[in-house]
Every structure is written in C-alpha cells, then in structure tokens.
C-alpha cells in the first residue's frame, strides 16, 4: 500500500513576522485530482509553495512521495507551475526552448533531443493553444501567453504530480477549455494534480475533491463546491446560496 503523494500536516507558516497559515493539513492521494480553493490572500500560493520548499514552516511537516521534504531529491517527479512567472533569465529563449526544457530535466545534461521529445513539447504546446508561437521569442509574449508556456514546459515533463498555480487565471474560455482536455488525459494516464484555483470554470469536471482555505486555514476538505449557474451573476447572491460562497 502507498500513502499519500502529497503530505501536509500540522503546517504553520508566517511571512514577515505575519501568520499566513495555522495548522494546515493536507492529503494527496496518488491518481488524485484535489482543487486547493480560497479566496485571494487565504495563502493557496503560500501552501503550495511551503509543499515544494519554496517557504519555510515553522510548525508541522511536509513529506512527499512519503520523503520528508528535507531530504526530497527527486524534483523531476513533481511537476510545479508558480502563480506568475518570476524574472526571466536575460537569456533570449524560445518557446520551444523554454518547453523543452521540462525535457531535459528528465535525464542527464547534454543528451540529444529525442523524436519523443519533440512530440512531447508539440502536444504540451498544443495543450495550451500555443502550438502557433513554438518559434516566438518568450519575451514578445504577455504574461498570460508566458504562463502558458509554464504550464507546456510542466506538461512535457510527464511528472507523476502536477502542482499548478491559478494555471488558468486571465486565459480565454477555449485555451481553458483545451488546458481541461489536457489535464483530462494526464488525469487518466495516472498523473496526480493538485490545482489552485480561484473559479474552476471548465476544469470543475475534473476535480475529485476540494480543499478551500480562509485566512490561512482549512475550511473544507471534501466534494466541490456546486458550480454557480451564472458566473456573471455570482456576485448578485448571498454567500450561503451556493457552494461558492465558501470562497468568500
Ligand atoms: N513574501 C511575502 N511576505 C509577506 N507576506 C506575504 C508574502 N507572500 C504572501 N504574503 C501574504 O500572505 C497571505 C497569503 O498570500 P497567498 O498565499 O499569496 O494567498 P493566495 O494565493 O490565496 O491569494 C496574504 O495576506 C499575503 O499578503
Ligand atoms: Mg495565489
């Protein structure tokens, strides 16, 4: 038997003096599809960000694949897409260079690009409606276009966890859309996923089960909330209409 991929348990974090989560617990199990849901500022960055060592706790424990995060060496199985891209190398890349390097992660520096390769960084672009920019510079692209191809350098990776970050946040509804049919088959390949969101929009379908944060805690831990009939119209209920109202 295998316990869960993802581990959190007891965490406390503070930022700057402040308390940003308080006694945080959190389970993934392998093959798993969990939304992490808040609102903004109820530290869904933070927690996802203290699971892959990128802040420190300062109470509880945080194990991966069943290893204390500690002693975790074997990032080529996580797969992790940060909420906005942080300062790009002054290095001029490509698209596809940028996507391909989820590649290459994979095995030993300066092996040669294989045909698998090249169909991995096709298909994960493709994923991402981006397939038409392979050969653009990423530095004549928006942030959201950047994202994206975030999102595709994750993809081809293949990790057996994927952490995505509001992967979907300001992307049109149809590259939504295409990212949910992406994640669908990585969903039934076995891939675990554990996806910070604000709205689920097209991939509420896919979310097994929901963790929702308010001002650094745990509020819930089982099914999605029930999707909003209107989104335009959201704001026009109470709080207790619907399930969205959780994250508020
Ligand atoms: N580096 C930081 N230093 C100080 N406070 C931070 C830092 N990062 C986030 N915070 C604060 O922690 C809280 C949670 O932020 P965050 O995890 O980004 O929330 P979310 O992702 O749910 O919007 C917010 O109050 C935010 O201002
Ligand atoms: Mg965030």
Redesign the pocket.
Known sequence: MTGPVLDVHGVSVQ??G?P??SRVDLQVGQGEFVALL????????????AVVGL?PVCAGRVQVFGTPLGSFRDWRRLGYVP?RLTATSGVPATVTEVVAEGRLSRSAPFRRTTRTDREAVRAALEAVGMADRARDSLGRLSGGQQQRVLIARALAGRPEVLIL??PTAGVDVPSQQAFADALETLAGHGTTVLL?A?ELGPLRPLVQRAVV?RH?QVVHDGPPPAPVADAHHVHAHGPSDDGEGLLS
Do not use: C, I, M, P
């Open positions: 930022l700057a402040r940003v989560l808040g609102a903004n500022g109820s530290g869904k960055s933070t927690l996802v960000r802040v909420q970050d509001e910070v604000h944060l650094g």
